[in-house]
């Protein structure tokens, strides 16, 4: 096999135009990009945000509010919820999660509030409980306990 005898493979089809190649080819001159101004030049594009010099979206819409980077999320879970447990039954995270009560686990766990009350002694563990809360889990009978 010699170079010469190389031919492409059934099916290809060249597509490419040479531009910059003489005004017979087609593309010459100006190789399509027209005459003058800032898009005929080499590097010449203006960046997704320009609105041609006016004053641009984002700088004309005013800044609103503050982000927390030190902010913790929790999953909260109100105490009228344990009440789907089974008496003297631990309650944790993961058992909230098969119960149905939380979709996932927050970055920083689950807090128990206060709202509601709690019909049944459980022993709870949680990453953050309210004094409300902890308070009706102890009347109740329960245990409450930080993990």
């Known amino acids: 096999m010699k170079l010469n005898n190389l031919k492409p493979a059934a099916g290809y089809k060249k597509n490419r135009k040479r531009v910059g190649r003489g005004t017979g080819s087609g593309r010459g001159y100006t190789s399509g990009r027209g005459a003058n101004g800032q898009n005929s030049r080499a590097g010449g594009k203006v960046r997704l945000t320009f609105e041609g010099g006016q004053t641009p979206l984002f700088r004309r819409l005013p800044k609103r509010g503050f982000n927390n980077k030190f902010k913790k999320e929790f999953n909260e879970v109100n105490v009228y919820q344990l009440n789907k447990f089974s008496a003297d039954?631990?309650?944790?995270?993961?058992?909230?999660?098969?119960?149905?009560?939380?979709?996932?686990?927050?970055?920083?766990?689950?807090?128990?509030?206060?709202?509601?009350?709690?019909n049944i002694a459980l022993e709870v563990k949680a990453n953050a409980f309210t004094a409300s809360a902890r308070e009706k889990i102890e009347a109740a009978g329960g245990k409450s306990e930080v993990i």
């Open 89 to 118: 039954a631990s309650v944790t995270p993961e058992s909230l999660l098969e119960k149905g009560i939380i979709d996932k686990i927050a970055k920083n766990g689950v807090k128990i509030l206060g709202k509601g009350e709690v």
